[in-house]
């Protein structure tokens, strides 16, 4: 449809309407020529002008019924990660997402035609449709939908509501992830099944099934360990990463600040004696009282720091444990403080001399969280042993995940227990962060990390903006999913903070969106543009004083207003698996997604997946978009 010259694409199909008059009178003549006392030949000249003038109308018939038809629908598509595989060779160096069309101007239009008419009256209407299908149908042809995966460098924000296809969407991007050779790591709450399994498929057909590995909470004996303290660069951030999982209603917490620094301290005294920090230890020592560690701490700093130390001289005079640890103090303060002083071992003497009840007061607030992150088989899950010959489950650090180029599954179980979940997830996000800060800080980046996090809210701590914020420049690409803004807020406890996390997504997939203001903060973020209306006008008058004097009159004209591209609520009707994208530099698409499947259509039919003959509107109910 020409933006300059307007004319109403909706209305009744006059060309057909002429193409079935020439016909009808073509044949007409050509069958009655014999009948009439005239020239023939005349008829039959009659007869070809008229076949003419209705193969002029035909091509404006074809054109407008096959727009009608297009708004009906399109079949629900599947693709195997075969296929998907020799659709990204087509489209190498790009990031496929789907079929479907360019939402420009004219789409536009037409969707504002059509929602003055009435949809009802020109798309079939179905009892079993989600959403308005006639949305996909404003274009007539759709194409492969790719983009250069440097536009998804600015990260990528998924939006859409239960069962509008967010997972099915992360099955895709995941896929081509892993084909293209990237260090993967996958963040699901919800821990669905068929997005691990695809994970897994897709390692196998790379040719490495080697480097999966999966994580899950209610699978201990099937889960492999993981290790969300073994990569910092400063001892204090794992201090700060368990401390940000303490729930606080004031900035400024003296308890979580307490218990943040005796972390501090017992994670210092763990390095000073050659020990790997985790979970169990600072449960143990915090609860449990610092001797032992002090005791350690001291003997190995003074003999480091005093060649003459002799620490069976200092031992062997003690009672018990107390005077051991009392005895070594008075050493360190009388012989080695004063030309070498520690900060960690005044850290940890501090803590010892400490009163006990006062101490387990002030730490009260961080022992739930140490808790519920060490009890029952999370303690060798989170807390592993990597010397130990006694666990056969495999091991997964982030260092390894990153350069060995490997995926990781890492289900929450966020259903069964939603605060563990949370903490787990805040903790693996922390250390991302600081491995991203390794690579931009050493300049590593050989290769893209590729982030996959779902219902992002319930992971959001303020590691998770930061690594949204530098993780580019890292080689990271981060892919979020959740069902509204005010999710983030809600987490965040701030919609400044919410919005911060908001900015640095340059990349936005938007599925069915029901909240409004979520609505409006997509459509507000797209360009305006002038809409073309017509407006009809009629009239008339009387004269008071003759009623015979009768005047009356009609018009119609053409008006342009400013609208929007594309109006909040229609985000609200979009079918399963399908899509609104905007994308860095402005482009704005209208796509479908496909449903990544094991095998071929034919080996899912037995299952009731349906087929491509399948209409759209008859498949919407079916199809697990979530």
Not at 72 to 92: D, I, W
Not at 523 to 534: H, V, W, Y
């Amino acid at each position: 449809m020409s933006m300059d010259r307007y004319t109403n694409p909706w209305r009744a199909n006059y060309e057909a309407i002429a193409v079935a008059v020439w016909l009808l009178l073509a044949a007409f003549s050509f069958a009655s020529a014999p009948h009439w006392r005239l020239h023939t030949p005349a008829f039959h000249a009659f007869s070809l002008g008229a076949l003419v003038m209705a193969l002029t109308w035909l091509p404006g018939a074809l054109r407008m019924r096959t727009a009608r038809r297009a708004l009906n629908g399109r079949p629900l598509a599947f693709v195997t990660a075969e296929e998907l595989a020799k659709t990204m060779h087509r489209v190498k160096g790009q990031l496929w997402l789907g079929k479907g069309f360019e939402w420009e101007r004219d789409q536009a239009q037409l969707a504002h035609d059509l929602l003055r008419v009435g949809p009802s009256r020109l798309a079939e209407v179905s009892l079993t449709a989600v959403g308005a299908h006639w949305l996909h149908g404003l274009a007539p042809r759709e194409k492969d939908l790719a983009v250069p995966l440097s536009t998804m460098e600015g990260h990528l924000l998924v939006v859409g509501t239960t069962g509008a296809g967010k997972t099915r969407l992360f099955d895709l991007l995941v896929t081509q992830a892993v084909l293209r050779g990237e260090a993967v790591l996958i963040i699901d709450p919800k821990g669905d099944r068929e997005l691990r399994d695809n994970a897994r498929r897709a390692c196998a057909l790379a040719g490495r099934p080697e480097s999966f590995s999966a994580f899950h909470p209610a699978y201990p004996e099937h889960s492999c360990r993981i290790d969300p303290m073994a990569t910092f660069g400063r001892h204090t951030e794992l201090a700060s990463r368990i401390a940000a999982l303490v729930p606080s209603e004031t900035g400024a917490d003296p308890f979580k600040a307490f218990g943040q620094m005796a972390m501090s301290h017992i994670i210092a005294g763990l390095l000073l004696v050659a020990e790997r920090p985790n979970l169990l230890k600072l449960r143990h020592y915090l609860e449990g009282g610092v001797d032992a560690l002090v005791e350690r701490a001291l003997v190995t700093y003074c003999t480091q720091a005093d060649r003459r130390f002799d620490a069976d001289a200092i031992l062997s005079k003690a009672r018990d444990g107390q005077g051991r640890v009392m005895a070594l103090i008075r050493h360190y303060r009388q012989r080695v403080a004063s030309q070498y002083p520690s900060s960690v071992i005044d850290g940890l003497v501090n803590m010892h001399e400490h009163e006990r009840v006062h101490f387990s007061k002030m730490v009260a607030s961080l022992m739930p969280v140490l808790v519920m992150l060490t009890s029952g088989e999370l303690g060798p899950l989170l807390s592993p042993d990597p010397d130990s010959d006694r666990d056969s489950r495999s091991l997964m650090r982030m260092t390894d995940l990153i350069n060995d180029r490997s995926v990781a599954y890492i289900g929450l179980d966020s259903l069964s227990d939603g605060m563990v979940g949370s903490a787990i997830g805040s903790l693996l996000i922390a250390e991302l962060t600081s491995m991203a800060g390794d690579r931009y800080n050493y300049g590593v980046k050989n290769h893209s990390v590729s982030v996959f996090i779902d219902e992002a809210a319930e992971v959001m701590n303020d590691p998770f903006v930061q690594l949204l914020n530098k993780g580019r420049g890292a080689g990271l690409r981060v892919t979020v999913a959740t069902q509204s803004f005010a999710d983030f807020a809600a987490r965040t406890g701030s919609r400044d903070k919410a919005t911060q996390v908001l900015a640095n997504l340059n990349n936005l997939i938007a599925l069915r969106v029901l909240d409004a203001e979520t609505q409006t903060y997509i459509t507000d973020s797209l360009p305006k543009i002038r809409l073309k209306t017509i407006m009809r006008t009629q009239a008339s008058s009387t004269q008071s004083d003759n009623p015979l004097l009768f005047s009356g009159n009609a018009g119609e004209r053409l008006i342009e207003e400013e609208g929007d591209l594309l109006p909040p609520a229609l985000l609200g009707h979009l079918p399963n698996l399908e899509y609104i994208g905007r994308l860095a530099g402005g482009r704005i698409i209208k796509g479908r997604l496909p449903i990544l499947v094991a095998g071929g259509i034919e080996d899912n039919a037995e299952s009731g997946a349906g087929t491509e003959l399948i209409s759209q509107p008859a498949m919407n109910s079916q199809a697990h978009g979530q």
